[in-house]
């Protein structure tokens, strides 16, 4: 995650080092989920902005995989093998695909990153529940779930729990 005066210049010699290294580099856009509430759209770095300061070094095009459910877009750099992704998480979220399911260490279900509700599965196995049960409970959160993250909404309220309550 790139954060404004303080990683910013520092996307080209990071995606540098992952090519030589070998390693397979994300950049995600920075989420409303602090623990401190700090999170300011108009201070994030877009993943357009991150491809724009990434495409003055490299080359990059997309990545001919199927994404699937994956939430980062991948480019080939330099014609390939080595492969960057970018996760625009706030800017061009990708919920319609999500198929993530969250359960926390303290056995809450999160339907979502960005739920303001959770299901608490731990009370059903301390109360005896059946697996049957507890697996109709977590398909039933899982459907109930909203349609994205509504982070644009003017409404949007960030979670109580942050990211690092719930499991980093
Ligand atoms: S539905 Fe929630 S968890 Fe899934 S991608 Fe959207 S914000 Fe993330």
Known sequence: MLLRGVNDDEAVPLLRFAVDNGYELRFIEQMPLDAQHGWE????ITAGEIMVRLRE???LTPDPTERGG???????VDGGPAVVGVIASVTRPFCGACDRTRLTADGQV???LFARTETDLR???RSGSTDAEIADTWR???WGKLAGHGIDDP???QPDRPMSAIGG
């Open 41 to 44: 759209r108009s201070e994030m």
């Open 57 to 59: 070094s490299f080359d």
């Open 70 to 76: 994956a939430p980062a877009e991948r480019w080939l």
């Open 110 to 112: 999160r339907s979502c």
């Open 123 to 125: 009370a059903m196995l």
């Open 140 to 142: 039933h959160a899982m």
């Open 155 to 157: 409404d949007f309220l």
